[in-house]
């Protein structure tokens, strides 16, 4: 009989116990959902637990025994390790938030590092739990870019405002001097070149407009098969690349801004030629797709209208994606950086989403996604004739003198009688006097926004009281309220916006005198 028996089994259960508390702890830390590193003081592997590989910056066991510094660049391998032993020294957790372009696409992560005690109470390793935070970096990044937005849209709506003051007046004036001169005449062609000058500055108020509350997209009910492919080929004359498209027989229709929708397509489709200056071919491709809760788009689920655009470009590097939708960011010589950006707000003012994917190398797709509408046709308006001239008298509020005058004079070279007021309360005094003395205005045209005095929306509400059945004109460069895109739901008749020659304004007492 061996008297050492009992204590060698003793041993071998012992050993076989910790075996299977091994085994156990492997198992565990490998189900979590986070990645659970173990470095020593230099930034080596010495044990690494996950469930998921593709979480890695290499196969695991590529990394096992080889330091950081193989695998990062020197800024983030010191700044790491430096930490490491930072609390390695004091014994206390610390925090290290970090991204990594990883084969999958670049991810962020925080890591917790926390000392591991040895056998002597000093510390020789760390854990270090690395928790993907993509998702939450996503959303943050998309809040900070939508705030962004915000921001510059109360600067851009400012500007906006004077802006197309000053070209009302200037397109204004411009068109009444073209009516009166021959074609012929040596003055001519200064006119013209001005005019197209002056429409050219108007559309980049308008691009400004997409960044605040007064760009609200006026809608109507538009099938994007012809409006794209026009926008699109468009763009792509005289150019060397050409467009191919794919637009299924059943695309379902949209509501939307026709203007701003092509704008958006412009856009996308100069992008697209600018990542492809050896020429080559835009794929444009629209489908229905419906969106659920569960799809991580910001957009409320839904049936919408998916609108890509893919070029085969040199791609764009991880670090320019992240800012690629910020106004005046731009990596182009000369650029202005605001065509995504103005993308971006003009998709989210229409309740949709613009997105790109790309990578270095393999090209990028743009993705604008777009509510779909119930409606089944798409209603066709006849254009209005040309200088509708009629007689009776109009009342004008505008707190610009410049307008007022060009106002003035549109209207009388169509055969109305003109009269004109710098605010609110003016106004009123104008149009009760006028009824006293039965010489009422036929329709009153008030601009929306008048600093430091009484602006559109109270004097219409205060006219209609008055008379409610007068036909009220809503007018501006730039307004915060929604009276612009639905005037009718806000106790007007009609909307001019600025700046208009006297071709909009024939326009518009075609509509309203009708």
């Not at 996950?50 to 660049?73: C, H, N």
């Not at 609390?87 to 999958?104: A, I, K, M, R, W």
């Not at 009153?444 to 006219?463: H, I, K």
Request: hydrophobic share 40%; aromatic share 6%.
């Amino acid at each position: 009989m061996n008297p050492e028996a009992p204590a060698e089994k003793g041993c071998q259960e012992e050993r076989a116990s910790a075996s299977d508390h091994a085994a156990r702890l492997e198992a565990l830390l490998g189900s979590i959902d986070e990645v659970v590193f173990e470095f020593d003081a230099d930034g080596t592997y010495l044990n690494i637990w996950t469930q998921d590989e593709s979480l890695l910056v290499r196969p695991k066991a590529e990394l096992l025994g080889r330091p950081i510094a193989d695998f990062f660049d020197p800024d983030f391998s010191e700044r790491l390790v430096t930490q490491i032993r930072r609390v390695l020294s004091t014994g206390e957790p610390d925090n290290f938030e970090y991204s990594v372009d990883l084969p999958t696409g670049p991810r962020w992560f925080l890591g917790r590092i926390n000392p591991v005690p040895d056998l002597d109470a000093t510390f020789s390793t760390v854990c270090f739990l690395a928790r993907d935070i993509t998702e939450r970096q996503q959303t943050e990044a998309a809040l900070a870019r939508t705030n962004k937005l915000e921001s510059l849209g109360t600067l851009a709506g400012g500007i906006a405002h004077d802006f197309n003051n000053i070209l009302t007046g200037i397109m204004g004036n411009i068109s009444l001097a073209m009516l009166y001169s021959e074609q012929t005449a040596p003055a001519w062609p200064y006119l013209a070149d001005a005019e197209q000058a002056s429409q050219l500055a108007s559309k980049l108020t308008k691009q400004l407009l997409t960044f605040a509350a007064g760009g609200s997209p006026v809608t109507k009910v538009l099938a994007l098969e012809t409006l794209v492919r026009e926008s699109a080929d468009l763009m792509s004359l005289g150019s060397n690349v050409k467009c191919e498209f794919q637009f299924p027989a059943d695309l379902w229709k949209v509501s939307a801004d026709e203007g701003q929708i092509s704008q958006v397509v412009h856009n996308l489709v100069l992008n697209a030629q600018q990542a492809m200056p050896g020429g080559g071919t835009i794929r444009i491709q629209a489908d229905n797709v419906i969106i659920d809760a569960s799809d991580p788009l910001p957009v409320a689920p839904g049936r919408y209208v998916q609108l890509s655009v893919r070029d085969h470009g040199t791609g764009i590097a991880s670090d320019v994606l992240a800012h690629l939708f910020e106004p005046f960011f731009t990596t182009k010589a000369g650029g202005r950086g605001l065509g995504l950006a103005t993308s971006f707000s003009i998709a989210k003012r229409h309740h949709g989403h613009l997105s790109v994917a790309s990578q270095l190398g393999a090209g990028a797709t743009f993705t604008v996604h777009l509510p779909a509408s119930d409606a089944t046709e798409t209603p066709t308006t006849e254009p209005p004739p040309l200088l509708v001239r009629g007689r009776g008298r109009v009342l004008v509020m505008d707190d610009e003198p410049a307008v007022r005058r060009v106002a003035g004079r549109m209207l009388q070279e169509l055969g109305y009688d003109a009269e004109c007021a710098e605010h609110g309360a003016e106004a009123l005094a104008m149009f009760e006097q006028a009824r006293r003395s039965g010489t009422r205005f036929d329709f009153v045209v008030l601009d929306l926004t008048v600093p430091g005095g009484m602006g559109g929306e109270e004097t219409a509400r205060q006219l209609r009281a008055i008379d409610p059945r007068l036909t009220i004109v809503a007018t501006s460069g730039y307004s915060s309220s929604p009276v612009m895109a639905h005037p009718e739901e806000h106790g007007f008749d009609a909307v001019l916006m600025k700046p208009y020659r006297l071709k909009e304004m024939s326009e518009l007492i075609q509509r309203v005198v009708d």
